[in-house]
Structures are given as C-alpha cells and as structure tokens.
C-alpha cells in the first residue's frame, strides 16, 4: 500500500506541476497579453504603459516569469487582480463558499437519486422502469445545462412563481436559512440533473456486474430474501467501483457550475471566472484555473487512495 | 441453463451471415439509436438545405413582426427580439452548430488516434508522458479551460473547432491507446515484426484496423460533446457572434425575453438538446453493435 500511495502521490504532483505549465502559457502566450487590458485604455501614455509592464514583470522571459509565479503560488502569494488590486487569493476564496453549497447541495441530490433508480434499474433489467431510466439519463447527459437553468427559472419563478430565480438570498435582507434554502432549490437542482444521470448509470452497471456474481447466487440459494440480497450483498459490493466516480466528475461539475452561477447571479467562483474573462484579469484567470485544477487533483488522489483501502486488488495491479 | 443455446447460436450466426450484416442487424436491435439516426439525417438535411427550405431569410429584420408567437404572421415557431424568423435562423444555424461539431471531432480523432497509438504502442517513459500530459488537459474543467481560450482569439469556424479540439482530444487518446496496449502484445503484431516490418508500418496497417470500431464509437460521441461545448461558448457571448446564428448564440439574450418571448428560448435549446442526445444514443447503438460482448449490458 505505501509504493501505491507514494506512487499515486508522485503522479499526482507531476500533474500539478503540468497543470500550473499549461494554464500560465495558455494566458500568457494569447494574442494580447497581459498588457492588453492597459493599452487599450486612453488615457494610458506610452512610458506609463512601458513601467507598468516592468513594474509587473512582463517584459521578463516567459519562463522568468513562470518561476516567479509558482514560487508566489507556493507561498500563498498570487498577485494581485488587475481590475481592483485586491489580492486574488482573496478575491478567489471570498467566491469559495458559495460555490461549495452549491455542489455540495447538488452532489447529494445527484447520489441519492441516481443510486435509488440505478439499484431498482438494475434489478428490474429490461422493465419499463428501466428503459424510462435509461432514456432520461440520456436526455440528462445531453441537455445544455444553461438551457436547463433557463427553463427551471421559466416555470417555476417566471410562471408559477413558487420560487426565486437568482441570487443566493433576497438582496438587502437580513441572513436567514429558508430564504436562503429557496434561493438554493433551482440552481442545486440545475447542476445535479447531469450528475444524476451519471450516478445512475454507473450504479446500474455496477449493480448488474456484482449481481452476476457467483456470491449473490449463493446467497440465493441459501435462501437469502430478494430485498436482502440486493441491499446487504450486492449493493455493498457494487458501491465500491463507485468511489472514484466522485473524483472523475469533479471537472464537469465544475463546468456545471459556472454556467449554472451565470445564469442564476449565483455569487460563485464560475461567475467570478467569467467576469474576471470581461476584464482580463490575469492573475484571477490563472488563479481560478489553477485552484479548479488542484482541486481536481486532490479529489480524484483521495478517491483513488480510498479505492484502494478497500479493494487490495487495485494497488497491487 | 441457457448457456448451450447461447453459444449455439454464436456460433450459428456467423457462418450464415457476414459481419457487416451482424453489426447492421445488432444495430437495428438498438431502438433509440435508430431514431437517432432519423433525426440526425433530418437535421442535417435541413442545415444542407436551409437556402432552400427556410421560410424567411434568417437575417432579415422586421420590426413589425418583433415577437410574432408561433404559428403567427407567418412564423411556424414564431419571431425573436427583432422579428427575425425562428425557424429559418435554427435551420441555418444548425449549419454552423454542425460544422463545429464534425469539424471538432475530425480533429479530435486524428489527434487521439496519432497520440493513443504513438503512446500505446511505445509504452515506457513516451507514454507515461503523454499520459500524466492527459491528466492534467483532463483536471481543468472543460468550460474553464474553453473559455480561456476563447476569450483571446477572434471568434470564427476555424478557431472555435480548433478550441473545442484543444479541450477534448484527452477521452479518444486514452481509448485508443488501451486497445493499442492490448493489441501489441498479440500474435499477428509479433508476427509482423519477425517479417520485419517497421513500427509505422504495424500501427498503420495492423492496429489502426482493429482500432476502428472504437474510433467509431468515440468520434459519435465527440460529435455530441463538440455541439454541446460550441453552445456554451456562444451562449456566454464567447462564441459564434450574432447576427450569425449559432444554436447556443440564438439564447444569448433569451432569458430577457422570458415574459414576452418564451419560444425564443424554448426552440434553441430543445433543438440542441435533439441533436446532442441523437449522437450519444448514435455512439451507444454504435458500441454495442460492434462490440459481441456487449450485447446485454447498455449501461
């Protein structure tokens, strides 16, 4: 287990080290520039323009800079926003919170359903039940999120008005958790149709593996009842294949969320990337990039890890 | 207690019929893939004919027919912000959506695939490379990394398909390169080698074959990803720029309209939705008909 982890854990940091490459050359060799934002303003002269590009560095070879800039990352120094000089892990982990709630609240709606209909699916292989299933996760997987979120606001706050259609609490109201719960219900149910429909899917695959098993005829045989089987014997079994199935989505749930933030104002690190694109404010870009990525790292690391405590086979494979 | 029958049959099938034939005939079995298959001629025969069968022209403005609800003044599906016709704009817009997503895919396929091979077939520190290379393309969320790119080159056909292609080529390098791993090792490949043929030679006229099937597989579905990925960038303004319309760009303005105008953002996105579940269930139909083991699981 100790060459596994150490191995896992060596990967996982030259990952990082390309992820930091690829996102600082992606915005530092874009037509532009960093220095763009400043000369298209007016009243910016011509030796204003020259300082400011020494004083941030720029005129410095790329890899100079890079050094530099990973160094600041290390040491919790990420610059600072070029659209208000705030500091950008500020600007960046003042977005973390509501993004959290958000796909906190989503991945636990996503898990829930989608094991429900995935066991009954697999047991019921072939119904009418699991044809429904099948389609829908199809549909699911294939809508625009943004359009989604367009049509939940249409219904249910544009016509039915039952519920609000942005923003993470009633504007200049006082904090208050059910005003609060109402602002949450549509967005967290935007994000979690897609994982829904992964979650299912992969549970009723895994499900219909495990129930072929050797084990579970046994337990048949042995006179186990129906409902014991699926739930002690084969459910158990099926969900460990599914462990590594949260760290895989983490990218898409990401995605999910920045389209999801656009459209319902939600306060979130997706609608901080889009405005920050508005601007083309670097540091916050490269940041949010950079934290996403991380975040990706560490969540499929500490699955696979997981995976690999409970099931011997995989870390001597 | 079926097993006899089963292995029966298997044998029984391809001494009567070929394997064309078989894959065609496990195809058929597949319902929603063949209706997929009908909505994506339709859909493709009306972007390849839109001149012709479009009722207005897309870009013509009138402002008198400004909202015109469906089936009013003429418009079938009604009439945006500035009168133009709905369905005539989702008929040509489906030529740039399309186009987008085929041509993302074509380089999303000639990418993996070189890459997958390459990276399967030489294995060691070539492919531990490409491989770590993979998992970091793979850790920045896609719509993240899209719009990074976007953002910073003049939007157009080429530069959107070369953007989308950049973020998704990771899915068919590493499909590809697993069925390359496994392939290598075989007799024929060992064979090949001992009549001295070269490793351009192997992976051109003997891995690339076997690999088809599943190039298949992953470029219908990266078709999907592509329509779908081109939509979010336009729709966050990214994207193709109006007044050319792209399906995600005609919903850029949609959620304002919501009170007067809910067809202008109904249409669009039913219509991406249509198109990206037709490839998914085309890829899905794709899978299990060619590939024998896969004739009970649909997961």
Excluded at chain 1, 235 to 264: D, H, M
Excluded at chain 2, 105 to 112: F, I, L, P, R
Aim: glycine share 8%; aromatic share 8%.
């Amino acid at each position: 287990m100790r060459a596994y982890v150490a191995r896992r854990v060596a990967q996982a940091v030259v990952v990082l080290v390309l992820v930091s490459l690829g996102g600082f050359s992606v915005l530092h060799l874009a037509p532009g520039g960093p220095a763009a934002i400043y000369a298209m303003s007016p009243t910016m002269a011509a030796e204003d323009l020259e300082r400011l590009t020494r004083e941030l560095g720029l005129d410095q070879p790329l890899h100079v800079q890079y050094v530099k800039w990973a160094r600041g990352l290390l040491t919790a120094n990420w610059g600072r926003s070029y659209r208000d000089g705030r500091l950008v892990l500020e600007v960046v982990t003042d977005r973390v919170p509501a993004t959290l709630v958000l796909m906190l609240s989503a991945f636990s709606v996503a898990i829930l359903v989608g094991l429900a209909t995935g066991i009954v699916s697999a047991v019921r292989q072939y119904s009418v039940f699991d044809h429904l299933v099948t389609l829908s996760a199809m549909v699911a997987l294939s809508i625009p999120t943004f359009w989604l979120g367009l049509m939940g606001i249409y219904v249910f706050a544009e016509l039915l008005g039952a519920l609000p259609p942005g923003n993470i609490g009633t504007i200049g109201a006082p904090f208050a958790l059910a005003d609060r719960l109402r602002h949450l219900v549509l967005p967290a149910s935007t994000l979690g149709v897609v994982m829904v429909a992964t979650w299912s899917r992969y549970t009723r695959a895994s499900m219909l593996e495990v129930i072929g098993e050797d084990y579970i005829r046994t337990a048949r045989a042995k006179g186990v009842s129906g409902a014991a089987v699926v739930l002690k014997h084969a459910l158990k079994n099926a969900l460990i294949p599914l462990i590594t199935l949260g760290g895989l989505q983490l990218p898409l749930v990401f995605s999910g969320a920045l389209v999801t933030e656009t459209i319902f104002t939600w306060p979130g690190m997706g609608r901080l990337f889009v405005d920050s694109i508005g601007y083309r404010d670097y540091p916050v870009l490269m940041g949010i990039l950079i934290l996403t990525a991380t975040l990706v790292v560490a969540g499929n690391l500490v699955a696979d890890l997981a995976y690999a405590a409970i099931d011997p086979r995989i870390r001597h494979a | 207690m079926s097993t006899v029958t089963t292995t029966a049959d298997a044998l029984a099938v391809p001494a009567r019929q070929g394997l064309s034939s078989l894959v065609l005939a496990r195809f058929a079995r597949h319902r929603p893939a063949v209706a997929s298959v009908v909505v994506i001629a339709c859909l493709g025969l009306g972007a390849l004919l839109a001149d012709r069968v479009s009722p207005r022209d897309p870009l013509r403005i009138e402002l008198a027919h400004k909202f015109a609800a469906p089936l009013t003044k003429g418009h079938l599906l009604g009439a945006d912000e500035l009168g133009r016709d709905v369905l005539s704009r989702l008929l040509h817009a489906g030529r740039i959506s399309l186009s987008v997503g085929l041509a993302a895919m074509a380089v999303t396929v000639v990418v993996g695939t070189v890459l997958g091979s390459v990276a399967g077939y030489f294995g060691r520190s070539l492919d531990a490379v490409l491989l770590r290379l993979t998992d970091a393309m793979l850790s920045f969320p896609p719509i993240f990394m899209l719009l990074a790119l976007a953002a910073f080159v003049r939007p157009s056909l080429p530069s959107m398909t070369v953007i989308i292609a950049v973020t998704s080529w990771m899915d068919v390098t590493r499909m590809v390169r697993g069925q390359v791993l496994s392939l290598r090792e075989q007799e024929f490949v060992t064979g090949a080698r001992a009549l001295g043929a070269g490793a351009a030679r192997i992976m051109v006229r003997h891995l690339f074959p076997n690999t088809v099937g599943i190039i298949a597989v992953a470029a219908t579905l990266s078709v999907a990803r592509a329509i779908l990925l081109e939509s979010y960038i336009s729709f966050l303004g990214y994207g193709i720029q109006p007044p050319l319309a792209s399906w995600g760009n005609m919903l850029n303005n949609a959620q304002s309209y919501f009170s007067t105008a809910p067809w202008v953002a109904i249409f669009p996105g039913l219509v991406i939705t249509l198109a990206v579940t037709s490839f998914n269930f085309l890829g899905d139909g794709l899978r299990d008909a060619l590939d024998p083991r896969s004739v009970q699981s649909r997961a």
